[in-house]
């Protein structure tokens, strides 16, 4: 069966500070891959998305990036964290892009505090 | 783009329906989605429309009009363990974009 990871929980970072969130895939391959922002009380931001090895497509431009150096692997970036990067992130993954397995299914989540 | 749309808050009576409305404008459209976040958590989905029509799943029911971008969900016989979040998620291409979520409140 496919899983999810995602690390770490919760993170305190300081301004100024770089970011590396890291999210891996088991039991699929070729997977489309997600990176999603929620602030409190607010829906999910698409930040990134990425269909395959190396592909990343950016939705919304700010100080975060995205790499998918492995099939499996997605990372999200920050070299100098913002107080406005607070909040609580989500990875997710689907496979294909039609029918029912496009269903995307989310990591546990990352809540980040940048204080 | 996408443009989904969707209340941001309903309040029901344990036992009663609630139906949660979501209208969207997307460039390609390969399916919705809803799916529940309890506060805190990770969303966890709930149903899937790609045809017109009602889909049910138990106390769950989600209904979808291609023509009109206009899907809801319904949550018949409701508990105490329903007041959540509900993201309505629109998939294009490739990108899965959600609504900003409709916060459920059931009271007894």
């Known amino acids: 069966s496919q899983t999810i990871h995602q690390w770490p929980a919760t993170l305190v970072q300081p301004v100024g500070s770089p970011l590396s969130l890291e999210c891996t895939v088991e039991?699929?391959?070729?997977?489309?891959l997600y990176w999603y922002r929620q602030a409190a009380g607010r829906g999910l931001q698409l930040l990134f998305y990425?269909?395959?090895?190396?592909?990343i497509s950016s939705e919304v431009p700010q100080n975060l990036s995205a790499s998918r150096p492995q099939d499996r692997q997605f990372i999200l970036s920050s070299k100098k964290l913002l107080l406005s990067d607070s909040g609580f992130y989500l990875c997710?993954?689907?496979?294909?892009?039609?029918?029912?397995?496009?269903?995307?299914?989310f990591g546990q989540g990352t809540r980040l505090t940048v204080v | 783009g996408q443009n989904i749309d969707q209340p941001t808050e309903m309040t029901a009576t344990e036992g009663a329906i609630v139906q949660i409305n979501c209208t969207y404008q997307?460039?390609?459209?390969?399916?919705l989605f809803w799916y529940q976040q309890h506060a805190g958590e990770a969303p966890t989905f709930l149903s899937y429309?790609?045809?017109?029509g009602l889909e049910e799943k138990g106390r769950f029911s989600s209904f979808l009009s291609r023509s009109k971008g206009y899907s809801y969900l319904l949550l018949k016989e409701l508990q105490m363990k329903d007041s959540a979040s509900y993201l309505c998620?629109?998939?294009?291409?490739?990108?899965?974009?959600f609504g900003a979520g409709t916060t459920v409140t059931v009271r007894a």
């Open positions: 997710a993954w689907s496979g294909g892009t039609t029918g029912r397995n496009t269903e995307a299914f």
């Open positions: 997307t460039s390609g459209f390969n399916g």
């Open positions: 990425s269909v395959g090895i190396g592909q």
């Open positions: 429309n790609v045809l017109d």
């Open positions: 039991g699929t391959s070729n997977p489309n």
């Open positions: 998620a629109v998939k294009g291409d490739y990108k899965l974009s």
